[in-house]
């Protein structure tokens, strides 16, 4: 996780050794959220060229393996040894395994309410749901972080997934949280009971990643009722060199007339695991 503007590399070396492939081991993602990578950064490519990160381990027994700071402003907390290239760790990975002794104590970073609950909770009437409540297993999406449902567009290109509409009979004005990004303008379409609400493509921002109001989708005055099937279908883009995650935080049911108002708030993001 990148805690500032950079902040965002290591290096990783094994038995005291430093070798060329575990230089700038890099992360473009991960900007105040955890993130798996395993990327390198060379002259060519800044983000990082996949999968060129890697130990030579001469002979099975016990080694060391080291990590050295790049920048200070970066956290990290797991790592994985693995043979298998296309391996992709989800949410947080597998469990951990201690040969012996016992794990530290967790670092407990400050919290923020996202935007997406700083804007839900601005009235005591809202109802939302957040992303991460919609079911993910065969829907081709990822728990990314505490906020955010995503795709590995390593994997898929697209997702789609839906929940049930549990409250009260109404009008509804209806917001749903998309996050912008800067390799491309994801496709967000919402379906009420397999009719299509609308579609829409949040802006390009000129970093990673930014949530408020100009990356929401908004309807007004949407008549929903208690039992209707809520459908979330997201399509990645790509800007020809990296793809987008078409992530996003959840959805807000305001009562009709308040929606436009409570979405004006600024991005806070969450900062802890």
Same mark, same amino acid.
């Given at each position: 996780?990148?805690?500032g503007?950079?902040?965002?590399?290591?290096?990783?070396?094994l038995?005291?050794?430093?070798?060329?492939?575990?230089?700038?081991?890099?992360?473009?993602?991960? &900007?105040?959220?955890?993130?798996?990578?395993?990327?390198?950064r060379?002259?060519?490519?800044?983000?990082?060229?996949p999968?060129?990160?890697?130990?030579d381990?001469?002979?099975?027994g016990?080694? #060391?393996?080291q990590?050295s700071?790049?920048?200070?402003?970066?956290?990290?907390? &797991?790592?994985?040894?693995?043979?298998?290239?296309?391996?992709?760790?989800?949410?947080k990975?597998?469990?951990?395994?201690?040969?012996?002794?016992s794990l530290?104590?967790?670092?407990?970073?400050?919290?923020?309410?996202? $935007?997406f609950n700083t804007?839900?909770?601005k009235?005591?009437?809202?109802?939302?749901?957040?992303?991460?409540?919609f079911?993910?297993?065969?829907?081709?999406?990822?728990?990314?972080?505490?906020?955010?449902l995503?795709?590995?567009?390593?994997k898929?290109?697209?997702a789609?997934?839906?929940?049930i509409?549990?409250?009260?009979?109404?009008?509804?004005?209806?917001?749903?949280?998309?996050?912008?990004e800067? #390799?491309?303008?994801?496709?967000?379409?919402v379906?009420?009971?397999n009719?299509?609400l609308g579609?829409?493509?949040p802006p390009?921002t000129?970093?990673l990643?930014?949530e408020g109001?100009a990356f929401?989708?908004?309807?007004r005055?949407?008549?929903?009722?208690?039992?209707? &099937?809520?459908?979330?279908?997201?399509h990645?883009?790509?800007d020809?060199?990296?793809?987008?995650?078409g992530?996003?935080?959840?959805?807000?049911?305001?009562r009709?007339?308040?929606g436009e108002?409570?979405?004006?708030?600024?991005?806070? $993001?969450?900062f802890? &695991?």
């Amino acid at each position: 996780m990148s805690t500032g503007s950079e902040d965002n590399g290591i290096h990783v070396g094994l038995n005291g050794n430093w070798p060329e492939q575990g230089q700038r081991m890099q992360w473009c993602e991960g &900007k105040k959220y955890w993130m798996w990578e395993s990327k390198q950064r060379t002259k060519a490519v800044h983000c990082g060229v996949p999968h060129a990160i890697y130990l030579d381990v001469p002979e099975a027994g016990v080694h #060391d393996v080291q990590f050295s700071m790049r920048e200070d402003g970066f956290e990290f907390d &797991k790592f994985i040894l693995t043979t298998n290239i296309n391996y992709v760790p989800i949410d947080k990975g597998p469990n951990m395994a201690l040969a012996e002794g016992s794990l530290p104590s967790s670092y407990n970073s400050k919290t923020e309410l996202s $935007y997406f609950n700083t804007i839900a909770r601005k009235l005591p009437e809202n109802k939302f749901i957040a992303s991460q409540e919609f079911p993910i297993n065969g829907t081709n999406f990822y728990k990314n972080g505490k906020n955010w449902l995503a795709i590995n567009p390593e994997k898929y290109k697209q997702a789609k997934t839906s929940k049930i509409f549990e409250f009260e009979n109404g009008n509804y004005d209806v917001i749903f949280v998309g996050v912008g990004e800067n #390799d491309g303008r994801s496709t967000f379409r919402v379906f009420i009971n397999n009719k299509e609400l609308g579609t829409y493509k949040p802006p390009l921002t000129p970093v990673l990643w930014e949530e408020g109001k100009a990356f929401n989708g908004f309807w007004r005055n949407v008549k929903l009722n208690t039992g209707d &099937k809520i459908t979330v279908e997201v399509h990645v883009a790509s800007d020809g060199n990296e793809w987008t995650r078409g992530r996003w935080a959840g959805i807000i049911f305001a009562r009709a007339g308040k929606g436009e108002a409570i979405q004006e708030s600024p991005s806070t $993001y969450i900062f802890n &695991k």
